[in-house]
């Protein structure tokens, strides 16, 4: 039972320190198999004229 409570216990310590911090992000960049790599940005999306 020593033994399993251990294992449980080194378990989730090494969860715990696996979680990773994600930083938000403002834009990206579309690259690839395209014409012409664009970069999207939150102003960008909010210029864009919507269709209504």
Known sequence: ???????LFV????LSFAQEVIKPTTEFVIT???????TISIPT???L???Q
Do not use: D, P, R
């Not at 039972?1 to 294992?7: D, G, R, S, T, Y």
């Not at 378990?11 to 090494?14: F, G, I, L, S």
């Not at 690839?32 to 664009?38: L, M, P, S």
């Open 49 to 51: 004229n919507q269709i």
């Open 11 to 14: 378990v989730m310590h090494t």
């Open 45 to 47: 999306l909010i210029n």
């Open 1 to 7: 039972m020593k033994k399993l409570l251990i294992l």
């Open 32 to 38: 690839g198999k395209v014409h012409q790599e664009v």
